[in-house]
């Protein structure tokens, strides 16, 4: 019994390549919107693609154009390739205003976009493309079922963008250049006064001011010293219980130890 079911599978199997071998020879552009979607709907994917891609032409205008664009910017994310699904999700967006997954489209589109944002450290401008998209989805669909998930993912772009700036902020003071860190420190707190990397933001300025106050000249030192004292409330005043308080504390006693010279 089991060596006729395994038969059976096999002979299935060769049945299916078959077909679908056929499916991309033949001339006969219903057969192969057939083959295609009965790939589609069992998840063969990369298969589809390559019918959908060779009916697509054939069939804009037809009465069942629509499923098929819709099917084949589907496959394209369902593998993963964002760049290609982001694009035929807004292509059936514009081509298709009134289907009922017009909105669904819509917010794949946008998601396939966000999806190519790389880490960080690198060029940002897929992310800048991927807010810009779903921000475009959230104003027309302020009701939508995916409002939560395009929300969150906007949440993350922005997230990684703060990070990117603060990490280079934080850079100048990695190389020692103390005065363009706290400058460009300054600024990342506030072009970013709800970011979740402030807390470091004002301890790497607290240490810059710091280190700039006491290598300082003379003529120079004591209000360096009173700008890194300054450093150091605006850090404990964001967070009393900071988990930077030790080291900022230690760097404020030497601030006033230093400082007491001036008073003299």
């Known amino acids: 019994m089991r060596n006729i079911l395994f038969t059976l599978l096999i002979a ?11 499916a991309l020879k033949t001339e006969d552009v219903s057969f192969k919107f057939k083959m295609a979607s009965n790939l589609y709907e069992s998840g063969k994917y990369t298969k589809a693609i390559q019918l959908f891609e060779q009916i697509g032409t054939s069939y804009r205008g037809k ?17 993963k390739q964002y760049y290609l699904a982001g694009y035929q999700f ?16 819509t917010f794949l589109g946008a998601k396939s976009y966000s999806m190519l944002s790389p880490v960080h450290s690198l060029d940002q401008i897929d992310t800048y493309k991927g807010i810009d998209k779903l921000q475009t989805f959230i104003d027309a ?17 922005r997230e990684k963008l703060e990070k990117k700036a603060f990490e280079n902020a934080k850079g100048y003071h990695k190389i020692s250049d103390f005065k363009s860190a706290i400058i460009a420190l300054d600024n990342f707190v506030s072009d970013y006064p709800g970011t979740p ?16 106050a006491i290598n300082s000249v003379a003529s120079k030192k004591e209000e360096r010293l009173n700008a890194a004292k300054a450093a150091h409330s605006n850090l404990i005043k964001f967070n009393a219980n900071s988990e930077y308080k030790l080291k900022a504390d230690v760097m404020l006693a030497k601030i006033d130890k230093d400082l007491q010279q001036f008073s003299k």
């Open 90 to 105: 807004e292509k059936f967006a514009s081509d298709y205003p009134k289907s009922n997954n017009i909105e669904e489209a």
């Open 141 to 157: 669909y302020p009701n939508s079922e995916y409002l939560p998930e395009a929300n969150s993912l906007v949440k993350t772009l």
């Open 63 to 79: 009465p069942q154009a629509e499923k098929m664009f819709y099917m084949y910017a589907q496959s394209y994310y369902k593998t």
């Open 12 to 22: 299935v199997f060769f049945s299916s390549c078959s077909e679908y071998q056929k």
């Open 197 to 212: 990397f402030k807390e470091k933001a004002l301890f790497y300025k607290l240490d810059s001011s710091y280190q700039l």
